[in-house]
């Protein structure tokens, strides 16, 4: 008979578990992807779960691994687990093998783990057994010995200043999280560069005469050019006044003149200022190109 999540939580004196923790808790004996965001209860529903596994004889508690990002979750996660399993044992909805003296699950950070695979099995890949994981202080300890005893130049890595010792390192030390992230070599790095950079460099000169499209400048800034009929979005007006310099505050920037104080004002206005209003209203959601047009 098997037990359930809710019946499980209730013999333990736990709060009874939601609807989604119990979809996750009962879930098959298969991989699935659970996605949870802070606070949710992630912790609460993986200790639930292993608890349920061997509750039900899914498996042994030796036969459960457990990995987090951090010592604090790890054994958080671990004393829950424990104490869990031993409370079952109180009540009598498990009993553990007289045969089976390690009762513990193993819960661990991943770093952790795979420093214990690598001092368990080093010698089947080559490696040295005593070999250990660097720590960031270690890393960036040793990233600074090679970057201070580095005799090349170094202005080609600040875009041809020379840049501080410590920006070197930090851009070695996130080159080498980068490659060992997607488990890559430097070779191959330098090799993909060395492509992109030959193709970027085969591409032909960008004509500058050539209007780059869906980039328009409102009527009255270019009225006064003589492509303001193609270029303007509101070409239809009949007249418009020259750009007023007060709505723009820079080359790159265009403030509307709706957005001016001069909106709440009630005076009647010229047809120009209104044409104007016009044009810039119809072009708020364009963007603006170079001045050049």
């Known amino acids: 008979m098997m037990l359930h999540a809710n019946a499980i939580a209730a013999a333990l004196g736990l709060p009874t578990p939601t609807t989604e923790q119990v979809a996750v808790i009962e879930a098959p004996l298969a991989p699935v992807?659970?996605?949870?965001?802070?606070?949710?209860?992630?912790?609460?529903?993986?200790?639930?779960?292993?608890?349920?596994?061997?509750?039900?004889?899914?498996?042994?508690?030796?036969?459960?691994?457990?990995?987090?990002f951090t010592r604090k979750a790890a054994g958080e996660l671990a004393e829950r687990i424990g104490r869990r399993l031993r409370r079952l044992e109180q009540v009598g909805l498990w009993t553990p093998a007289a045969d089976d003296p390690a009762v513990?699950?193993?819960?661990?950070?991943?770093?952790?783990?795979?420093?214990?695979?690598?001092?368990?099995?080093?010698l089947r890949l080559g490696r040295e057994p005593g070999a250990r994981l660097l720590s960031p202080a270690s890393t960036w300890h040793l990233v600074q010995g090679l970057v201070e005893r580095f005799s090349g130049p170094l202005d080609t890595v600040g875009a041809g200043k020379v840049p501080a010792q410590s920006t070197?390192?930090?851009?070695?030390?996130?080159?080498?999280?980068?490659?060992?992230?997607?488990?890559?070599?430097?070779?191959?790095?330098?090799?993909?560069?060395?492509?992109?950079?030959?193709?970027?460099?085969?591409?032909?000169?960008?004509?500058?005469?050539?209007?780059?499209?869906?980039r328009l400048l409102p009527r009255s800034c270019c009225a006064s050019c003589a492509c303001a009929a193609r270029c303007c979005p509101c070409s239809s007006a009949t007249s418009a006044p020259s750009a007023s310099p007060s709505r723009w505050t820079s080359p790159t920037r265009w403030r509307s003149p709706l957005s001016s104080p001069e909106r709440s004002r009630t005076s009647p206005r010229s047809s120009?200022?209104?044409?104007?209003?016009?044009?810039?209203?119809?072009?708020?959601?364009?963007?603006?190109p170079s001045s050049s047009c």
């Open 33 to 68: 992807l659970v996605v949870a965001g802070a606070g949710s209860g992630k912790t609460e529903t993986m200790a639930a779960r292993v608890v349920w596994l061997v509750a039900n004889g899914h498996c042994r508690p030796d036969e459960v691994l457990g990995l987090t």
């Open 104 to 122: 513990a699950p193993t819960v661990s950070t991943y770093h952790s783990y795979a420093g214990r695979l690598v001092g368990e099995h080093a």
């Open 168 to 214: 070197v390192v930090e851009a070695v030390l996130h080159l080498a999280g980068e490659l060992a992230e997607h488990l890559r070599e430097p070779a191959e790095v330098t090799a993909f560069l060395d492509t992109v950079i030959a193709h970027l460099e085969s591409l032909p000169p960008k004509d500058p005469g050539r209007r780059t499209p869906g």
């Open 272 to 288: 120009g200022a209104a044409s104007a209003r016009s044009c810039s209203t119809s072009s708020r959601t364009r963007a603006r």
